[in-house]
């Protein structure tokens, strides 16, 4: 199992160190040419998605991820991925995959709230949850999955083979979205 994480901005080794310790092999995405290659899943971290998603199209690394993600290989999002991944973000004008049928909000819990922790159901299950000026999901498509609502607000989704959360799973010692991911990627590869 093959892993890509994003690493042009952000909370990214967390994610790797994480993976790894799951068993996952990861490589780091920086360059076009570090996606010409087979792999299995995708990571898109916390960070600016404003940042990310310009530099996305800067690095030209913008099409081969969309194609992937289109096709099938399994992606997850975190924060500022979760913003790359959503169809639409109602207090942005900027779209950057789109590709995750949701409409999300940017920075949405103002200022005072903007960084907090918290243990909310993650999938049924209780998980420690950290918001750093956090997107929230408004509203969702048909086939998305809501796997997790904190405050009354849409916090984790799913769409096929697309995971995203509005929180940082990489900064907490609990593995469980990690290990959710993994189990979507070990599906998709007995396809
Ligand atoms: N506020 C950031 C954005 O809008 C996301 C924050 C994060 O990833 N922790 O892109």
Redesign the pocket.
């Known amino acids: 199992m093959k892993i890509g994480v994003l690493c042009l901005q ?2 990214f080794i967390e994610h790797i160190n994480i993976l790894n310790k799951l068993g996952a092999e990861t490589f780091e995405i920086r360059q076009k040419k570090d996606i010409e290659q087979d792999f299995d899943g995708i990571v898109l ?6 940042t990310m998603g310009k530099l996305l199209r800067e690095l030209d690394i913008y099409d081969t991820l969309f194609e992937a993600i289109k096709k099938g290989v399994p992606v997850f999002g ?4 979760l ?1 790359l991944l959503a169809k639409e973000i109602d207090n942005d004008d900027r779209r950057h995959l789109a590709t995750l049928n949701i409409v999300a909000k ?2 949405a819990y103002g200022r005072q709230l903007g960084s907090f922790n918290t243990i909310e159901k993650f999938n049924g299950k209780d998980i420690p949850m950290t918001f ?4 929230y999901v408004d509203s969702v498509g048909e086939n998305v999955e809501i796997l997790s609502v904190v405050d009354n607000k849409i916090v984790a989704v799913r769409e096929g083979n697309q995971l995203a959360t509005a929180f ?1 799973p990489e900064l907490t010692d609990c593995y469980d979205v990690h290990k959710y991911f993994i189990e979507m990627v070990k599906e998709y590869i007995k396809k």
Request: with cysteine; proline share 10%; aromatic share 0%.
């Open positions: 952000g909370a971290p916390g960070g600016e998605s404003t975190t924060c500022a991925g913003l940017r920075n750093i000026r956090a997107p940082h």
